[in-house]
């Protein structure tokens, strides 16, 4: 039986005043139980109200969790819902909508969920594969890359994808094949030519290519790279002047971030040499 599943949610409301009581007193409230806490947290995980959204649930998903309040059975279940459908796909595709912070969040926890994972090792190898393939779907799919809404707080679609990409690579029950496949889909989000990336966006994504260089893919990295020059020129050939300038912005800042990140990794030269290269050649 889904334990989650059968749980009632609390209303907005209730959930609203049961998170401040457990972030005030360090426990929750007699008559609220953790499955029904649960259910709410995650159905209202896309909030667009960001004090709930991002202080509220998601700070105490994390806080739960360091804390060791949730069973192992219930994160397989948490991890369920947010590879769906309703979830991390809700609206997919779509731009400038509030289906971003559904999906966003949703896969913020997943982040959350293999943190715990790579500590605890409780995530079957199903679960572990069907977060990969569904991470990869979503990251080729999303559209929406605003970083911070006016009045809504952080939507950053590809900074959260990004943690779940960096924890993915650190986990245990991702081989080679997959940690490549992983690869490809990351850097693709690099070559984004609709908006410059502002928010930091770079650096997590830089993130998880160096846990992915760590993993032994520092050849696959550099050959990317060096394939950086002619790509820009393929789909310059593709885009009217201002979207080039935001494509060429976008991998260029990668390039500066990622060779800044690198500066003082002895055994990541070949890296630096590469980036030296690209930049000079674009």
């Known amino acids: ?29 007699n008559h609220i139980h953790m499955y029904s806490l649960l259910k709410s947290m995650i159905t209202h995980i896309g909030s667009t109200d960001s004090v709930l959204r991002d202080q509220l649930i998601y700070s105490s998903f994390c806080q739960l969790s360091l804390d060791n309040q949730i069973e192992h059975g219930l994160y397989i279940e948490l991890a369920e819902y947010c590879v769906s459908k309703a979830f991390m796909f809700q609206g997919i595709g779509e ?9 966003s969040f949703s896969t913020l926890l997943l982040a959350l969920i293999l943190y715990k994972d790579n500590k605890e090792d409780f995530l079957p190898q199903s679960m572990v594969d069907k ?57 693709n989000k690099i070559y984004v030519h609709q908006s410059v990336y502002v ?43 201002e979207n080039y300038r935001y494509l060429y912005a976008n991998c260029k800042g990668f390039l500066k971030s990622f060779h800044y990140t690198i500066k003082e990794s002895e055994g990541l030269l070949i890296l630096q040499k590469e980036i030296d290269s690209c930049l000079e050649e674009i």
């Not at 731009?95 to 999906?103: E, K, L, Y």
């Not at 928010?199 to 696959?220: K, M, P, S, Y």
Request: net charge negative; proline share 2%.
């Open 1 to 29: 039986m889904n334990i989650l599943t059968a749980a009632i949610p609390l209303k907005e409301n209730e959930l609203r005043e049961a998170l401040k009581y457990y972030q005030e007193e360090g426990k929750l409230q």
């Open 199 to 241: 928010h930091d966006e770079d650096e997590r994504i830089i993130t998880a290519v160096i846990q992915l260089v760590h993993n032994g893919l520092i050849v696959e990295v550099a050959e990317l790279i060096r394939n950086m020059p002619s790509k820009l020129q393929e789909l310059k050939e593709q885009l009217d002047e």
């Open 131 to 187: 977060i990969k393939e569904s991470m990869i779907l979503y990251i080729n799919a999303e559209k929406d890359l605003r970083g911070y809404v006016p009045n809504k707080g952080w939507a950053h679609s590809i900074a959260h994808a990004s943690d779940v990409f960096d924890e993915l690579a650190k986990n245990n029950k991702i081989g080679r094949e997959s940690a490549i496949d992983l690869l490809k889909s990351l850097w």
């Open 95 to 103: 731009c400038g909508t509030d289906t971003v912070f559904t999906r």
